[in-house]
């Protein structure tokens, strides 16, 4: 397929954008806590200039101290902030990218435990997710506010950035002021459209006037806010006009606040492409170019989003973390090189809000976040490698030494590559998996892997292959709780299900609501059988990422599934359960079948085989410890880069 359209250029204010992939402000909180931009998110923005992006716009970064929304949010309220930034546009400009800042401030979308206060915004109303009351701002620090903007507008021009974009979208402060939802004043900030406008208008023109008339304007906006009273595409593409009036040079298009923010960084249970409609219709308001982003994860769509002329420029937002190369291998027409994101929201925003982690990175690409401590470089020595296991963490070591010179024999007992990555796929909404396993025996083949499916390899042959390393990464197998009956024929576990070998007959119990029993029921439930779930904790679905969790919950609804939780499974009779519910004995009849997913357990004999039998030896992902498919990716791909 010819790609050429993607590669045109395309002027935005006084800037030539070499081509029309942009990777947009998404929060990776990779920056200095005081608000510096680190060596860390230097060499990850690097990595997006080097792979051929032709406009990236740096994240979220706070024009007062009282907005910031992450704590490591790089920061222009303050001059001090210019040479940090000044090193990150110079590394940028090696590449031929141009590259934006996004001026920002949280408003309520916030809380006092990141800021140490109280978080501000038009109205003592608070967000729907944060749901910490805001303190309203007065007429008079509004008219502050406006000049904030302007002055941090002015400071990313002092550092050599080519352009800045407003976040108006989102349901953060400019949003705030432009939603009916959240603005409830009544001075010149509130109430009608023109007043809602009022705000974001003198955002635009303080900025035009402290930064010159040349200097390019993007306008974030939520085309559609998609919650009670906010706003919609035909008031956004009013605001759209008065925006183009005030003095932008382009839109950027998405929607929803932090109250619908299952639209805002969507699973895979929403398709690619589904925001283009809003940015196609505020492109028919406009005559600037329009930015559409939403699941563009390929490269046919984003063409046909541009000849079809629903967005001159697409933000490539997850995809440009799952494969910073993205643009380059569109160019060379590797497409099959290319890692697709899976929108599975765990590496990225799932790890941002993890007080555990807080730094993004990808579940497919565990060097996203990464890229100056983890490269793929040639071996010094090149060895001879047997991996036991074609899950994720065995295919992702396997492409990683292949790639640096290794020899590597893979050896998975399935006919196909997966292992339980596979299975997880064949859930509804998570089809998206399938793309990556393809990807990771793709690049093996490009590299050599020499891939043995369908041979459950024993320890005299692992040993007879003379390996220098051997990788054991046989995963795990589903556990099975030992409790009275557990032997009945009816019993069966989640695999079973999900790979079909198993008829469930009309009515079915789950035992377990984790993640996996809870996409099981899914599964059932879209297949028309009565489910019942019996879960231990006091929700299911723990383990889920929310806006993932937001859609699986609704078809659970809508399936009419039963649902029981603090309740503990004590025996299996037949085509019944007895259990405990909140410290009540109760019972659960007349199932078919009875499906067990209950958590895994590590499948590793052979490291005990092969102790002291083999030069090297390394137990990676579940063979180690049940975790999940992002621990076992990213420590696949750590042995490989140090073999
Ligand atoms: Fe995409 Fe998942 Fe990577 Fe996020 S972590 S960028 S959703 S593959």
Request: glycine residues 10%; aromatic residues 6%.
């Amino acid at each position: 397929m010819d790609f050429k359209v993607l590669f045109s250029p395309i002027r935005i204010g006084n800037m030539e954008v070499p081509n029309r992939f942009v990777v947009p402000p998404m929060g990776t909180n990779l920056g200095n806590p005081d608000g510096t931009i680190s060596q860390e998110m230097i060499d990850y923005w690097e990595a997006r200039a080097k792979g051929g992006w032709g406009l990236i716009i740096v994240e979220v970064t706070a024009v007062d101290p009282l907005g910031k929304a992450i704590p490591f949010q790089p920061c222009l309220f303050d001059d001090s902030f210019i040479p940090s930034f000044k090193k990150l546009a110079d590394t940028v400009h090696r590449y031929g990218t141009k590259i934006a800042v996004q001026l920002h401030h949280a408003g309520r979308q916030t809380s006092s435990q990141i800021m140490g206060e109280q978080p501000v915004a038009p109205s003592p109303v608070p967000c729907l997710v944060s749901k910490e009351m805001p303190r309203e701002l007065s007429t008079g620090e509004v008219y502050e506010m406006i000049e904030k903007f302007g002055d941090a507008a002015l400071r990313a021009r002092k550092a050599g950035l080519d352009a800045i974009e407003v976040h108006g979208a989102h349901g953060y402060l400019i949003g705030q002021f432009m939603s009916p939802h959240s603005n409830k004043r009544v001075d010149e900030f509130g109430g009608s459209f023109h007043n809602r406008m009022r705000f974001p208008v003198e955002v635009v023109r303080n900025i035009r006037r402290k930064v010159g008339g040349a200097f390019p304007v993007i306008f974030r906006i939520s085309g559609d806010e998609r919650v009670t009273g906010g706003i919609n595409i035909e008031e956004s593409r009013a605001a759209a006009r008065v925006l183009e009036d005030a003095g932008v040079d382009a839109l950027h298009v998405s929607v929803g606040v932090y109250g619908s923010m299952q639209y805002i960084i969507p699973p895979a249970d929403i398709p690619p492409g589904f925001l283009l409609p809003y940015s196609e219709e505020i492109k028919k308001a406009v005559s600037v170019p329009v930015i559409g982003v939403g699941r563009i994860n390929h490269p046919a769509l984003a063409k046909d989003a541009i000849l079809s002329g629903k967005a001159d420029l697409l933000s490539w937002g997850r995809q440009s973390l799952a494969d910073p190369e993205t643009p380059n291998k569109v160019a060379a027409g590797l497409i099959e090189d290319i890692s697709p994101c899976i929108a599975c929201n765990q590496g990225c925003v799932g790890y941002i809000f993890d007080p555990d982690k807080m730094k993004a990175t990808c579940l497919v690409n565990p060097f996203c976040g990464r890229e100056g401590k983890m490269k793929i470089e040639p071996a010094v020595k090149k060895k001879k490698l047997v991996i036991i296991g074609g899950g994720p963490g065995g295919l992702e070591a396997a492409w990683v030494a292949a790639a640096r010179g290794h020899s590597v024999l893979l050896f998975e007992k399935e006919s196909v590559p997966g292992g339980q990555f596979r299975v997880g796929a064949i859930a509804p909404a998570k089809q998206e998996i399938t793309k990556s396993i393809s990807f990771y025996t793709h690049m093996g083949r490009k590299y050599g892997v020499d891939f043995r499916f369908g041979v459950e390899a024993k320890a005299e042959q692992i040993i007879a292959e003379k390996p220098d390393v051997v990788i054991i990464a046989t995963g795990a197998e589903a556990s099975i709780p030992d409790i009275p009956g557990i032997d009945n024929p009816k019993v069966v576990t989640s695999t079973e299900i999900l790979l079909g070998l198993k008829d469930p007959g009309t009515r079915v119990l789950v035992i377990g609501g984790g993640m996996v029993g809870s996409e099981t029921a899914d599964l059932l439930g879209e297949h028309g059988h009565e489910v019942t779930i019996a879960e231990m904790s006091p929700e299911i679905g723990r383990d889920v990422q929310e806006s993932v969790r937001y859609f699986l919950f609704r078809r659970l609804k809508k399936y009419k599934t039963t649902i029981y939780t603090n309740t503990t499974v004590k025996e299996i009779t037949n085509d019944s359960v007895r259990a405990e519910k909140d410290g009540e004995e109760i019972e659960l009849r007349g199932f078919d079948t009875i499906v067990i997913a209950v958590g895994a357990t590590s499948v590793n004999t052979l490291e005990r085989e092969l102790d002291g039998k083999v030069p090297e030896l390394y137990v990676i992902g579940d063979a180690s410890e049940t975790r999940k498919a992002i621990d076992a990716i990213e420590e696949g791909a750590s042995i490989a880069i140090r073999l």
